[in-house]
């Protein structure tokens, strides 16, 4: 979904959106000299072909074709098929790179770029996360895994100098169309690789998890993508204006989520007036749920994504498990770095603060990447990769397995305990008094990074979360220092008893690594960090001495948020009663990550994550057409007695497993 975030934060905005297209953004470069120089080195040795390509339904897709010069070879065909556009649009335009880039490009490809239906040069009507259609009566039962095998049929039949042999890629939006395109496969697609797929976009991607809305997402993707035009079109037009740098206080001053409408898109965004009347896991999002429909995958499939990607962590593992689980005969594999979205397909030696000792993005692209489509386009040697390749974060190292999650991984739970204590022994206290409480207030919700913006930023999981451990509506839970090194693979899941004075309630549990207040290791990445956001949402302002050693940093190992009234159904959503203790479990997105000896593990319960989730009124009804005036304070118990023991279960790996 991000291609809204290239406007944002300079940089990685613009990276980001080269990696969407597989086409590289002016942006990128450092100059237009730069830029002049990629475009005629592409030009040099690739020949450039516009077509539009036919469907079996008469619609006409815009597709963007280079050859090599050289024609004394035949060559596998790269495809991409995104919705963020393939230009430079012309025959005579060329691109500064062509991606994946890198030794693709040197070693020779045929890279073929394609405008979804309905997206800018193509014919038909755009359908957000198209549904697919398990059994076809006829042509006109169309979805992207039929739009994929009409365009492979046509380019190996007329693209000169093919070796019949095509491989299909995509990050995010392009990542859905990735895997669908796997699904009922030409038999000439070989390889498919779903990097940060969209999979299902209410359990766990870009728009909702557990059932919350993620805002600030959604917001900025429909307001500057999601406009149809007269022709009945969409492309991508100019970035939201906000008037301020300031999104905590822009959103909260636009007050419920049906002002939206009435504001700003006044019924010309379709995706989003779908959205908002379908607030409950209805047949709308269950039939754009794309993993009950990868079973007999043909292609080998390699899924990518990164640890710290804030969208489609969720699309990369659940499309590797359905099809292991249900297409057991695929060759899946799943490849998972130290990565915000898309930040495989530039340098990945760092993520703001924290460092990972080397380009990981080149490591997976050149050593990864690469050999995985090398060996099914061209039948080369079989690369020697593992089922499972995934960086350890906290050690700094590339780890394989042969099954995710590691089958040595073993649970154990983290308790909470009085005086904000954490501990694997479980709570004995009587129920009764054991309990901590906090008052969440809608008019002053907890934000999701310390300093400003008006989007999701790609890199919020980087964030120093001391910003919100001095809040008054944050419980904080912390062990004591380690004495031995402790990793943990797999997935992380709260599993909390609690009570509030609503009758519907958002709980965010966040897993922190807390740093040693005498840490040597990471350094900050500048000399400030302006404009911190305090309790009462009132900017504020420290700093940090430039390149100084992050004492006491609390990083976020993993968070995210489940909406109380779907703890037992998506489908079927319930209130809460009031005073009344309730259990809820939650399953949180998988890590690889070691707490070193000497830090701290920490638990932050919350029930705000502002703008990031847009703000629940701690009443139960239909969030989406609330009024301004139904947002009210609640008071929230998080118990911990020896019955109502609350937890996060994390899995633990052996240090012997290699």
Sequence with gaps: MDARTWCRRGTPSAILLAGLTGLSSPALSQGKPDRVAGAANVRARYVKHEYHVTMRDGVQLFTSVFVPRDTSHSYPILLSRTPYGVGPYGPDAYPSLLRPGGPFERVGYIFVYQDVRGRFHSGGTFVEMTPHIESKRGPHDIDESTDTYDTVDWLIHNIPHNNGRVGLWGISYGGFFAAAGAIDAH??????????????????????????????????????????????????????????????????????????????????????????????????????????????????????????????????????????????????????????????????????????????????????????????????????????????????????????????????????????????????EPAGSAFDQYVSDPAHPVPYVPTLSTDMDPDYMSQDQRFAARRPDVMVYESAPLDA????????????????????????????????????????????KPNVLDAKGVHDLYYAEQAAPLRGFEELVRGDVIRAKFRSSLEHPEPLTPGEPTHISFTMLDVMHTFKRGHRIMVQVQSSWFPLVDRNPQRFEDIYHANDGDFQSATQHVYRSAVQASSVIINVLPSRVE
């Design 187 to 428: 038999p000439a697609l070989k390889a498919v690789s779903p990097q940060a797929p969209q999979a299902d976009w209410f359990r766990g991607d870009d728009v909702h998890h557990n059932g919350a809305f993620f805002y600030t997402a959604a917001f900025n993707w429909m307001a500057m993508c999601g406009r149809r035009d007269a022709s009945g079109s969409m492309s991508c037009a100019h970035p939201f204006d906000f008037g301020t740098p300031d999104g905590y206080s822009f959103y909260l001053g636009l007050g419920s989520l049906a002002n939206v409408e009435s504001r700003f898109f006044h019924g010309q965004v379709p995706g989003w007036t779908e959205i908002m009347d379908h607030g409950s896991y209805d047949s709308y999002w269950q039939s754009r749920d794309i993993l009950p429909h990868l079973h007999d995958v043909k292609p080998a499939i390699l899924s990518v994504g990164g640890w710290y990607d804030a969208n489609n962590l969720y699309g990369t593992l659940h499309v590797y498990e359905s099809i292991t689980r249900q297409s057991p005969s695929t060759d899946a594999r799943l490849a998972v770095g130290p990565w915000w979205h898309g930040q495989w397909t530039v340098d990945g030696d760092s993520i703001n603060h924290l460092h990972f000792g080397s380009n990981t993005s080149a490591f997976f692209r050149d050593s990864i990447q690469f050999p995985f489509f090398e060996h099914y386009l061209r039948e080369d040697s079989p690369p020697a990769l593992p089922r499972a390749y995934v960086f350890e974060t906290g050690t700094n190292r590339w780890r394989a397995f042969d099954a995710w999650p590691p089958r040595a991984a073993h649970p154990e739970s983290l308790y909470f305990h009085a005086k904000g204590e954490l501990s694997r022994s479980a709570p004995t």
């Design 485 to 528: 090194d402790l990793t943990i693979a797999g997935p992380v899941s709260p599993d909390i008893y609690v009570s509030t004075t609503g009758t519907d309630a958002d709980w965010v549990v966040k897993l922190i690594d807390v740093y040693p207040e005498e840490s040597p290791g990471a350094q900050w990445a500048g000399a400030q």
